[in-house]
């Protein structure tokens, strides 16, 4: 099942550009939302974390905007720089049940 | 602070033979996972273990696949037989509570590749 959809499934940015990405839920139970960064060969790292009573949060060059009413939560990569460039998952959690997105590879060009 | 260990980094087996996975969290965390990451999908919830007891393995094919955690610190994953779906890297994580949500920490997998 399911049930948390992400898109794009790939993207390309040129360096200093903004990278979106998109994740909508269907469970409203989901209390925390995280996003994780892969580079290949390696395991998911936390990258960003929001819970459903705040509308964005913010981390350097990377933002979290959250809507609950519409069930959709996006990732904003600010000046996107050729070292972003990984695959990116959106995921949400409640009670320590974690579900994840499909994935959104990002290359941004120098 | 080491993160999650896991071993092996790679695996080839013939469909049908056994295999066998080990991973050993941060120390201190209580709640271990193992995942199975599909190439091109993002990770699947196989088993997750709160110390040494299981929480929830609805996930899991328990007629091939099994998992256990003694001692409430490192933990197997083994395959047995194996198939040709079941290619894909295997995850482990580890998690800590913060500020009322577990965050969860990964290892960096074992990719196995049955032929």
């Known amino acids: 099942q399911q049930q948390v959809k992400q898109s794009p499934q790939s993207l390309i940015v040129q360096k200093g550009g903004i990278s979106i990405i998109n994740c909508a839920y269907e469970?409203?139970?989901?209390?925390?939302f995280p996003w994780y960064q892969q580079f290949p060969g390696k395991g998911p790292a936390l990258l960003i974390a929001i819970r459903p009573d705040v509308s964005e949060k913010k981390e350097g060059r990377f933002t979290i905007s959250f809507n609950k009413s519409a069930k959709q939560f996006s990732l904003h990569i600010m000046d996107s720089q050729p070292g972003d460039s990984a695959t990116y998952f959106c995921?949400?959690?409640?009670?320590?049940?974690?579900?994840f997105g499909a994935g959104t590879r990002l290359t941004v060009k120098p | 602070e080491a993160g999650v260990a896991q071993s092996p980094r790679y695996k080839i087996i013939e469909k049908r033979q056994s295999v066998a996975f080990w991973c050993n969290p941060i120390s201190g965390h209580a709640t271990l996972y193992w995942y199975q990451q599909i190439l091109g999908q993002g990770p699947k919830l196989l088993i997750q273990?709160?110390?040494?007891?299981?929480?929830?393995d609805s996930q899991l094919p328990k007629d091939r696949f099994s998992a256990e955690r003694l001692k409430g610190v490192d933990s197997t994953l083994k395959i047995q037989p194996a198939k040709l779906e079941d290619s894909a890297v295997y995850l482990c994580?580890?998690?800590?509570?913060?500020?009322?949500?577990?965050?969860?920490?990964f290892g960096p997998g074992t990719r196995l590749t049955v032929t």
């Open positions: 995921a949400a959690s409640k009670n320590n049940d974690m579900r």
């Open positions: 994580a580890s998690s800590l509570m913060v500020a009322g949500f577990y965050e969860q920490y």
């Open positions: 469970n409203t139970a989901f209390d925390y």
């Open positions: 273990f709160q110390n040494n007891g299981v929480v929830d």
